[in-house]
């Protein structure tokens, strides 16, 4: 069955950094774009980005842009999230999702279970 597993989140300090990891199996990985979704307390789920099948195309939320970034590895089934001089305000559970990449931010086909990502102020 289709399973994607993020892992790699926890506490870190505001300006630190953290990489996310989503191993996903179960379907055609590299035929696939990924994307990254947050969702904090209280509030709604946010996209954070995209990478397309090849890792040719990135997209990324304004919100995360110039300290967040999404790679992946087709050989190891993979997807990344490199989050950079992070903030409290990105404190929230992270998500990676797959689907196709015109539909990924509101139609993902599959969603992993989450990792929680703390920044203190």
């Known amino acids: 069955q289709v399973q994607l597993v993020e892992s790699g989140g926890g506490l870190v300090q505001p300006g630190g950094s953290l990489r996310l990891s989503c191993a996903a199996s179960?379907?055609?990985?590299?035929?696939?774009?990924m994307g990254w979704f947050r969702q904090a307390p209280g509030k709604e789920r946010e996209f954070v980005g995209s990478?397309?099948?090849?890792?040719?195309?990135?997209y990324g939320a304004d919100s995360v842009k110039g300290r967040f970034t999404i790679s992946r590895d087709n050989a190891k089934n993979t997807v990344y999230l490199q989050m950079n001089s992070l903030k409290p305000e990105d404190t929230a559970v992270y998500y990676c999702?797959?689907?196709?990449?015109?539909?990924?931010?509101?139609?993902?086909?599959?969603w992993g279970q989450g990792t929680q990502v703390t920044v203190p102020s």
């Open positions: 999702a797959a689907g196709k990449w015109m539909t990924i931010a509101t139609m993902p086909n599959y």
């Open positions: 179960g379907f055609t990985f590299s035929s696939y774009t």
């Open positions: 990478i397309n099948w090849s890792g040719s195309n990135t």
